[in-house]
């Protein structure tokens, strides 16, 4: 079985802004229970320390331009045996709050200095250059915050392969040329073929180049990422470097997200006991302070509030929403014009639409399983989570036909309800009249009452739990060992 270094910038329950937070605190654990010797390396932010609980300190590392050692502190993902590493450089990461951004939602100054040590890091452990014995056979990062890994660990005559997952292409971490200086990286590497991304530092294409293999985290965002419309001018380099890309379907964590079991809801309930859903459907539109009413279609939609998620789209969409007879709730936080621009719409449609800006896990938790349908109208979407949990909470979404979305939701024409295929309601062009459709559509099947059930029970049946792309990925870390070593 293979070792294999996970580095990543989030991971829940220590740190979570989106998805990746997700992916990072369940594969690893899917991994470890197929066998495979796993360790998850982080930067010890402030919560993430706090929610660490016991932590041991196993290493101090010196990193080259830094005044103090960087010392690995060990414990183990709550709740699960996992190793957990916490990189401790408090300069870079001993601060409040969200991982990324400041408390005016700007990005950190020193960035660039923060994930570039973590990348240093990582290549020291896994070159086995710290009192830690254990070396891994591949080292594996996601998103732009590790795409110097690869580069670091290039620059090693023997060294662990290495695997670059892109879960949103649309976040680059670029930076000025005088960054590149200041970072002092091997200055053969300012070259288009290498970091240099039109005169910018490019921490996502350093990793697009550099990585033994590549992967994102669906079939069919892997085949977008390889052209102009998605490719955000990456797109001749993924293509280039096909042979090498491909897509792993994400799955979910399903002891968390199982409304048999979920302690956030008003009741649980499951696929063979549906019943309890509608107390959670009571429950949320009181909590959203909405008239409780069960004949009323309940829309949920959780998410970061950015141009992504398809947010303009609702916002043009809604006067035509609100003279239909449903109610629609949304939690998210982002960009401030759309955050204000949705609580003035939710102060216009009083009794129709709430909207709470934050971010609440427990919140997401009973959206999941009090609404009827949920709407991911993404513009673009690399898998997405959420539209897999409202499969699992009997919850019938209605999602553009974008990446992961694509992948992974069912569009309830009449043939595949007949077969019993159908999962949802799917939705081409991002336009208000084909948002309008596929609404009413949902609205139409909705009062159906057999063709709707029929919908949520084949959603609730599907198992997008960890197991098949864990062993998808397993096979392809021994394939990138195997051509690696040239068997
Ligand atoms: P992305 O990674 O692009 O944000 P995903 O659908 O993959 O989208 O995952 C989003 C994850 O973040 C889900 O677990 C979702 O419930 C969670 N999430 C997003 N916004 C919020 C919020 N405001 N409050 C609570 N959870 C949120
Ligand atoms: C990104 C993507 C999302 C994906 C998540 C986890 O944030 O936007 O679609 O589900 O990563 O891979």
Known sequence: MP?????????????????????????????????????????????????????????????????????????????????????????????????????????????????????HVATALALGRSRIQWRPDVVHGHDWQTGLVPVLLGQEKTRPATVFTVHNLAYQGLFPRRTFTALALPPGLWSPEALEFHDQLSFMKAGLVFADQLTTVSPTYAREIQTPEFGDGLDGLLRHRAARLSGILNGIDD?????????????????????????????????????????????????????????????????????????????????????????????????????????????????????????????????????????????????????????????????????????????QQPVTSALLAAVDRALTLWRDAGSWKKIMHTGMRQDFSWRHSAEEYLRLYRQTLRIKHGS
């Open 3 to 119: 070792r294999i270094l996970f580095v990543t910038s989030e991971a829940h329950p220590l740190v979570k802004t989106g998805g990746l937070g997700d992916v990072a605190g369940s594969l690893p654990v899917a991994l470890q229970s197929l066998g495979a010797d796993v360790r998850l390396l982080l930067p010890a932010y402030r919560d993430a320390v706090t929610r660490a609980g016991k932590l041991k300190t196993v290493a101090s590392l010196p990193v080259a331009g830094l005044e103090a050692p960087v010392k690995i502190l060990e414990g183990r993902l709550p709740g699960t045996t996992l190793i957990v590493w916490l990189a401790d450089f408090p300069p870079a990461y001993d601060r409040p709050g969200n991982p990324y951004l400041d408390a005016g939602g700007q990005p950190w100054p020193d960035n660039a200095m923060r994930f570039a040590l973590l990348a």
């Open 255 to 427: 002891s968390e997200w199982d409304p048999a079991r979920d302690r956030f809801l008003a009741r649980n309930y499951s696929a063979g006991k549906p019943q309890g859903k509608a107390a959670n459907k009571l429950a949320l539109q009181r909590e959203f302070g909405l008239p409780p009413d069960a004949d009323a279609p309940l829309i949920g939609m959780v998410g970061r509030l950015v141009a992504q998620k398809g947010i303009d789209l609702v916002l043009d969409t809604l006067p035509g929403l609100m003279h239909r007879p449903l109610q629609l709730v949304l939690l998210g936080s982002g960009e401030a014009g759309y955050e204000t621009a949705l609580m003035q719409q939710a102060a216009r449609y009083k009794d129709r639409l709430a909207v709470r800006i934050g971010y609440d896990e427990g919140l997401a938790h009973r959206i999941e399983a009090g609404a009827d349908m949920f709407l991911m109208p993404s513009r673009f979407e690399p898998c997405g989570l959420n539209q897999l949990y409202s499969l699992r909470y009997g919850t019938v979404p209605i999602v553009r036909r974008a990446g992961g979305l694509a992948d992974t939701v069912v569009d309830a024409t009449p043939e595949n309800i007949d077969r019993g295929k159908a999962t949802g309601v799917v939705f």
